[in-house]
């Protein structure tokens, strides 16, 4: 029987992509893993969102956590079945990378962060404190998607990911 450990909502999500060939991501994914292609492609994504109300199932929204964060991600298979390695993830607050990296191993990066949200654009910073990477997105709204593609479900319905922590892990979402 599966228990949920943690509840949270995704807003402002923004899914950049880029195909590559699946040579280049095998070196970096590990064993136990293998790169998922769409028609011999292999995908590399940057997703900046807002994260609202992270919190234990048991607690209201209210008293959950709300910050950004902007993830690099690849598309592989395990043994569970399809998933997301990611190669980072930057989050806009202490105490969800220190939870994260300790209890699943996931590469987060505690970061100065920013979403501004209009009607027209959404705008995306990331600084990580430690001198890493930056990064300053801005995206122009367009029309809602009403009928996906087989593309668009391949590199966005993905509700599984991967992680070493001690050993290969799947974590469920």
């Not at 027209?120 to 996906?148: D, F």
Request: hydrophobic fraction near 45%; include cysteine.
């Amino acid at each position: 029987m599966f228990l949920p450990t943690m509840a949270q909502g995704w807003h402002e999500i923004t899914f950049l992509h880029w195909s590559c060939d699946p040579q280049h991501l095998k070196p970096l994914i590990p064993s136990g893993l293998t790169i998922d292609t769409f028609e011999g492609d292999a995908w590399i994504s940057l997703t900046p969102f807002l994260l609202h109300g992270l919190r234990p199932p048991f607690l209201p929204r209210a008293l959950g956590l709300d910050f950004p964060e902007m993830n690099l991600r690849t598309y592989v298979v395990g043994a569970q079945g399809p998933g997301i390695w990611f190669f980072s993830l930057d989050a806009g607050k202490l105490l969800p990378v220190m939870g994260a990296k300790a209890a699943f191993g996931l590469p987060y990066f505690w970061a100065r962060m920013s979403v501004e949200v209009t009607t027209t654009k959404n705008v995306y910073r990331s600084s990580r404190r430690n001198r890493g990477p930056t990064a300053e997105i801005q995206v122009l709204k367009g029309e809602r998607i009403e009928q996906p593609s087989a593309l668009d479900i391949f590199l966005t319905a993905r509700f599984r990911l991967y992680s070493i922590h001690k050993r290969l892990i799947t974590i469920e979402v």
